[in-house]
């Protein structure tokens, strides 16, 4: 017994001394990156950083923005990685974030880089509006393949649309503010009145919307390619259109809080989310990354989403985010009769 | 009691208490001294502030103003954890889920006595309440009178100085309660525990105080010992409230006179002025029948005092057992009537018979006057 | 006597001595006292003080000078307030805003180019005056020099005061206010078929001989074991777009009012059955005898005795159903649509918007009709007691073959809609890929690759529960004995009483916000529960103290007054009293008490919702989030093994009583 006691405290001891010596630092990070993702995410980082412990605090966006907000006399989290460009745009405005130009940001895709000197954050990969279309449901309804944003409004589709409310759900706003500007402000509101008339409903999430296409529950969702891929890959019956018009896009980005009690592991961090090396592991689920040349093609992701993208005026959104979401609550936001 | 103050200090002296809950004042300027040993009863109609009383001098609930000493001790506003009491209430209080032995031990825990003395002591006092082999079973296991044997040996396990009882005895049925008055009495008498007893019931309060305290409306009508409060009522409330009374309107003659209804008739005496509106107050048991010979002088049945005989018709008869009550009709009652007792032995002897007529005298030391309330 | 003696005398009112259990007893009144002050009545005054912080531009504070053509020569610092009171650009409610306002500078130049070369310069007069560049802050008064180009990208952020600003905001905007109607309708009518289902049901449990009883009952019973999101899923299951039962509804859509109250009727179920069965189980039945010698019909003794005996029970459901469906927000959230109701406004705030103010204003919104319902209720309920102890003949049915089987029937319906629910959440949980690939499998039970903390989550949520039983039924219970048992102390009795039934008007929602803007303040000593269990535990304790407290007063209330003054008497402690009788004789409600917040922290999803974080995530919550992103089948799956958590914990719960009960309660049988 006594022998088992002291083969055992031996053996704590010996597993104290070994997190130590490896974990000096533990930081918060964090993220709005898919779950399954954060595993592999961190032990990459961990390659080369083995004695950094990363501590997740995952979220949707929607909550790890109001998260961060709510904590901004008080931040929890040494490092942001993984979260809207949008959000982080917030949270900049706010002078959360402590400006951190990483090592080798140069040779990222400048639009992946905030265009403050040092910059504020910096992007890892896109994350890019497209539609999802249930095949067999879309056959069984007659109705035609969209191509583009405008098809959309066509009324055969009316009540076979569905998309995510820009008000809880990133995906929507980035949506909207495409729209806005795609086809000019007032155009763009025009468009959304009579996109309107077809929807269905709107969702609170922005992967809801393809997951119920996939299902067949409202054949088109207006979603994000990267969800698109992954509900084709699970089996869903659908076709992932790539609107003609252009497509909105946001970015997954990264940034240090300003006020971490751990600035050189939060520093080596955020240098490590702009290596080569980072955006090949992004790219798994990614089409497109910030380093340039090293994307590679995602299974089911539909092509020349690339080329839609749009040259999206992130300042624009993030300052005009409240107007717009004011404007859209007060034309769509009380569809309080659903029939 | 205001001659009182000059006796050596009673074990418990109670001193201008009051008590008010909110804007109702339960007890009025209550004085009351207690003697060691003594059994008191508080007795009184309900809401008349006894119960009230009794907690004042447990501490359960503080009197507003007032003292309280105990021993030679004030213990005025003294928890009750820190006062010398054991309590018995109507509803036992036991604790259901612990046996009747670890009920009577409750209070010999942790005061410095061995289990082997504890066990000693639970088992005398079990034998004490006349329940020796109870004691492994649970209070919900015994009769309502065994258990208020055990809470009554569990109140005095400590050896209180003081014995408050709350009245125990409501909760049982006719037959029990007699038989348990008895055994509470002659319990205190064997413990010599000075005993206070709250009840209603005044035969319990006759036949067990050494003292009663009469009290109505928060205040003390009257204390004395049973055979005092019973013969001599000071209020015609304690008159009303313990035993039977005939009341009759009347009002004050002169000297040792009373007028009821044109009869003049005599008593020991009065203090009201003449024309003052009495009422004159006998009870039942007290109205004397005579026979066709009761003016005779010399014979056994002389009428003592012929001013206060009465020729009265019987109304009706009422068979109760070992006498009958008698309706009598006169015209100075106007439309009241005398109730009177008489026994099986006078009615055949005097061939009482209902619609007949007969003598009755109210009897001068028995006859009583007390204010005639307005209204 | 004298009119003076009847007036006490001038003087001090005798103040006891305390003896040391009383003060203990009052210390310890205290401690939970300050428990309920820390966990309810601060965080919701921050809430209430942040449904009045506005922000405001203050268009004073800022200064500008323009330069002419060439770029040098500026003008005179001029404010925006100045350029406001020429253009009137802003005016009203445009002032006030949300934490996240802005407000372009190049509306107050009417001949704004930002080609043309005249430079401006931009300052705040105060030092804590705000605004952006682009999005980078500017702070101090320091002037800054840009060009047009760059100018044109200055947004004024907005000024931190106080006022009904918020308010005023909320009622002008339709797409807000229109909620409260919304929710008031859906609980009037939610109230109106529950009441009525539940009333038939439990009017067949109690007055008819039917059949099988006991099975009823428990099915009745089993939406509480729960999450209320969870038939929101059967419901896009059965009468979604791929719903088995699609033309039931004729064309009609699920996702809206009907998905709302049909989902309402059955988490509410229960809660309606237990009051109205109880107000029926206590019908007298000499009245019945009464009416039955007056030769009344079945359907006039109904009228004339049934429903006025079962009239504060029929009441007293109608408050706890309206209560529990406006604010709720798992089921609107899942099944609601575009239909908006108060509860999901403030998640849409706060998760969606990032408005913590308008989060805090709808909270407010929305505790009004609460707490009117509760206090209606309460009011009901204090009258009842009244009839309750009325002594009465319990009412014994007559079989009544043709009565016997309709009732039996309509109980079978109500059954079937039950189980229905449940089953349909099972299967769904089950199948593949509806509707594509029906094969069972049990994918969906793989928590760890959806959103929402996966099994950890699940566990967490175990963990949960038995923190909030044990340490909840501990706090819950001794604080109910402290206020029912101790001496004088009236003024804190009565505060504690106050404070001990506050939490049953107070939606989840509101709590948990109130939660965040308490507790994440980093002046509060107690920031560091933040984003711990501990802080799960300390809200579902408190969210669910009232229903505790009322069961453990009720169960303390039946002790005998008596046993705390014959403790005294005897020199004991009030405690050993405490251990050695009161809690061994009031076990059974202790244990009811336990499992009710285990099984309350298990499905609670309202108010934890603000504040678990990635170690702390719960089943509950993992349901709410895996339907949010569209997983619906993981998300039933979920929700499945929460049914299942509690239906174990009610049998272990069962078992336990028995055997506690049958060793501790041996006094009970004679």
């Known amino acids: 017994m006594n022998q088992f006691r002291k083969t055992l405290i031996g053996a704590a001891a010996a597993a104290l001394a070994a997190t130590g010596a490896l974990a000096e630092t533990e930081l918060t990070v964090y993220t709005a990156i898919e779950a399954e993702d954060l595993p592999r995410y961190a032990e990459t980082f961990n390659k080369s950083h083995p004695d950094i412990t990363v501590n997740w605090v995952r979220d949707s966006t929607g909550v790890i923005t109001a998260k961060l907000l709510a904590e901004k006399d008080n931040p929890q989290a040494d490092v942001v990685w993984g979260l809207a460009a949008t959000s982080l745009l917030l949270l900049k405005s706010e002078g959360m974030l402590e400006p951190y130009a990483p090592a080798g940001v140069d040779e990222l895709d400048p639009k992946f880089v905030d265009k403050d000197n040092p910059p504020a954050w910096v992007g890892m990969d896109a994350w890019v509006a497209a539609v999802c279309v249930n095949t067999i449901e879309s056959e069984k309804l007659g109705l035609d393949m969209p191509s583009s944003w405008k098809d959309l409004t066509d009324p055969q589709y009316e009540g076979h649309v569905i998309m995510p409310n820009p008000a809880s759900s990133g995906t929507g706003f980035l949506d909207v503010s495409s729209w806005l500007q795609i086809f000019g402000e007032e155009e763009g509101w025009a468009y959304m009145d009579a996109l309107h008339e077809n929807i269905a409903r709107y969702t609170h999430s922005g992967s809801a919307p393809c997951k119920m296409a996939a299902s067949g529950e409202i054949p088109i969702g207006i979603s994000f390619a990267f969800r698109g891929a992954k509900s084709k890959a699970a089996g869903g019956p659908i076709e992932i259109v790539v609107p003609s018009e252009g497509v909105g896009w946001d970015m997954e980005a990264s940034a240090i809080v300003a006020g971490t009690a751990h600035p050189e592991a939060a520093q080596k961090l955020i240098d490590f989310t702009v290596t080569k090396e980072a955006s090949e592991m992004y790219n798994v689920g990614y089409a497109v990354v910030a380093y340039p040349g090293v994307a590679k093609p995602v299974e089911h992701f539909p092509e020349g989403l690339l080329d839609a993208m749009i040259d999206n005026d992130f300042e624009f959104a993030a300052n005009n985010r409240a107007r717009i979401l004011e404007e859209w609550q007060s034309r769509y936001g009380s569809k309080s009769d659903p029939q | ?375 | 006597m004298s009119d003076a003696a009847y007036t006490i005398p001038e003087g001090k009112n005798i103040k006891g001595k305390l003896s040391r259990d009383d003060l203990i007893m009052r210390a310890s009144m205290i401690v939970i006292g300050l428990y309920l002050l820390v966990s309810m009545v601060l965080p919701l005054y921050a809430m209430l003080s942040k449904s009045v912080s506005t922000f405001r531009f203050d268009l004073a504070a800022f200064e500008v000078q323009v330069s002419d053509e060439s770029g040098a020569n500026f003008s005179e610092p001029v404010t925006f307030e100045t350029l406001n009171e020429r253009l009137g650009v802003v005016e009203g409610l445009d002032f006030i805003a949300g934490s996240d306002g802005r407000l372009g500078v190049t509306q107050f130049f009417p001949d704004f180019s930002f080609r043309s070369p005249v430079m401006y310069r931009i300052r705040s007069n105060q030092e804590d005056g705000r605004f952006l560049v682009g999005s980078t802050l500017h702070t101090g008064t320091e002037w800054l020099e840009l060009d047009s180009n760059t100018f044109r990208r200055v947004q004024l952020r907005p000024e931190q005061s106080y006022g009904l600003g918020n308010f005023k905001t909320y009622f002008s905007t339709p797409a807000l206010s229109d909620s409260i109607k919304n929710s008031v309708m859906i609980a009037v009518i939610s109230t109106i078929v529950t009441v009525s289902l539940a009333f038939w049901f439990a009017y067949a449990l109690n007055r008819s001989c039917m059949r099988f009883k006991g099975v009823f009952r428990l099915i009745a019973m089993a939406p509480i074991l729960v999450p209320s999101l969870l038939p929101g899923i059967a419901l896009v299951y059965l009468f979604g777009n791929q719903g088995f039962l699609k033309e039931l509804l004729m064309g009609a859509e699920i996702y809206g009012p009907i998905g709302i109250v049909i989902g309402s009727v059955f988490f509410t179920f229960p809660h309606a059955f237990i009051i109205i069965s109880t107000a029926l189980a206590i019908s007298d039945a000499r009245l019945y005898e009464a009416s039955v010698s007056l030769k009344a019909s079945a359907w006039r003794t109904f009228w004339t005795v049934t429903v006025p005996g079962a009239r504060y029970g029929l009441v007293s459901a109608a408050f706890v159903v309206f209560n529990l469906v406006i604010t709720d927000f798992g089921l609107p959230k899942v099944i609601g649509g575009q239909f908006n109701v108060l509860a999901v406004d403030i998640y849409k705030q706060v998760i969606g918007q990032q408005n913590f103010e308008m989060g805090a204003v709808v909270s407010v919104v929305l505790v009004l009709p609460a707490l009117l319902a509760f206090a209606l209720d309460r009011y009901v309920q204090s009258k009842q007691v009244a009839l309750l102890s009325a002594r009465s003949v319990p009412y014994e049915p007559t079989p009544n073959r043709r009565t016997d089987s309709i009732f039996f029937v309509y109980s079978c319906l109500v059954a079937v809609f039950i189980v229905g629910i449940l089953a349909v959440c099972q299967f769904a949980a089950l199948v593949k890929f509806w509707p594509y690939d029906l094969s069972f499998s049990l994918n969906n039970y793989r928590f760890n690759r959806m959103d929402g903390g996966g099994w950890a989550a699940y566990f967490n949520s175990i963990k949960l529960g038995l923190l909030t039983a044990v340490f909840g039924t501990a706090v819950v219970f001794f604080g109910a004995y402290l206020v029912e048992k101790s001496n004088g102390f009236r003024t804190g009795r009565t505060i504690f009483q106050m404070f001990a039934m506050m939490p049953m008007a107070i939606p989840g929602m509101v709590l948990g916000l109130a939660y965040i803007f308490f507790f994440n303040n980093p002046e509060n000593p107690f920031n560091f529960i933040y984003g711990t269990m501990t802080i799960l535990v300390v809200c579902t304790v408190t969210h669910f103290y009232t229903v505790s407290h009322l069961t453990a007063t009720t169960a303390l209330q039946q002790m005998d007054r008596e046993f705390e003054s014959v403790s005294a008497s005897l020199k004991q402690p009030t405690l050993k009293l405490f251990s050695r009788v009161t809690v061994p004789v009031c076990l059974p409600a202790i244990l009811d008490i336990s499992i009710y917040l285990f099984v309350n922290a298990m499905t609670t999803v309202s108010a934890v919702v603000f504040l678990y974080s990635h170690d702390t995530a719960l089943a509950s919550v993992a349901v709410l989030n895996m339907d949010d992103a569209g997983d619906i089948a993981p998300a039933a799956a979920m929700g499945m093994m929460i049914f299942y958590t509690n239906a174990g914990a009610r049998i272990l719960h069962l078992i336990a009583s028995r055997g506690i009960i049958g060793r501790t309660q041996a006094w009970r049988h004679r």
């Not at chain 2, 003697?35 to 008191?40: A, N, S, T």
């Not at chain 2, 008349?48 to 501490?59: S, Y």
């Not at chain 2, 046996?99 to 002591?121: F, H, M, P, Q």
């Not at chain 2, 649970?138 to 258990?147: D, E, M, R, T, V």
Request: contains cysteine; aromatic residues 6%.
């Open chain 2, 1 to 375: 009691m205001r001659d009182a103050e000059h006796r050596p200090d009673p074990y418990l002296k109670i001193e201008n208490l009051w008590k008010a809950f909110g804007k109702f004042v339960a007890l009025r300027d209550i004085s009351l001294r207690i003697e060691d040993g003594e059994f008191i009863c508080f007795l009184g109609p309900s809401g008349c502030g006894k119960t009230t009383l009794l907690r004042a001098i447990a501490g359960l609930d503080l009197q507003t103003r007032g003292t309280v000493e105990q021993g030679g001790r004030d213990v005025s506003n003294l928890p009750p954890s820190q006062r010398d009491f054991g309590i018995v209430f109507q509803s036992y209080a036991l604790f259901p889920n612990l046996t009747i032995e670890r009920n009577v031990a409750y209070g010999l825990e942790n005061t410095g006595r061995s289990k082997a003395e504890i066990k000693e002591r639970v088992a005398s006092l079990l034998q004490l309440v006349g329940l020796p082999d109870q004691g492994r079973k649970y209070p919900a296991q015994l009769s309502g009178g065994q258990q208020q044997r055990i809470a009554l040996a569990r109140a005095i396990a400590t050896n209180p100085g003081l014995l408050l009882l709350d009245e125990p005895l409501s909760a049982l049925d006719a037959k029990v309660r007699v038989h348990l008055r008895h055994e509470i009495k002659e319990l205190q008498r064997k413990l010599g525990v000075t005993t206070v007893m709250v009840t209603h019931d005044q035969e319990e309060a006759l036949t067990m105080a050494d003292r009663i305290v009469v009290m109505n409306h928060g205040v003390i009508e009257q204390v004395g010992t049973p055979t005092d409060v019973y013969r001599r009522p000071q209020t015609l409330f304690v008159a009303d409230f313990i035993g039977e009374m005939n009341q009759i309107p009347a009002t004050a003659g002169g000297e040792a006179q009373i007028d009821i209804g044109g009869v003049v008739m005599q008593l020991a005496s009065h203090d009201f002025p003449k024309g003052h509106a009495i009422v004159a107050a006998i009870r039942p048991e007290d109205v004397i029948p005579h026979g066709a010979r009761a003016h005779e002088p010399g014979g056994d049945d002389k009428i003592e005092t012929e001013a206060n005989a009465l020729e009265v018709d019987v109304a009706e008869m009422e068979f109760l057992g070992s006498f009958w009550r008698c309706t009598l009709k006169h015209a100075c009652f106007k439309d009241g009537n005398l109730y009177a007792d008489f026994s099986m032995n006078a009615v055949r002897r005097l061939d009482v018979r209902e619609g007949g007529r007969m003598t009755v005298e109210l009897p001068k030391s028995r006859l009583m006057a007390f204010d005639r309330p307005e209204g």
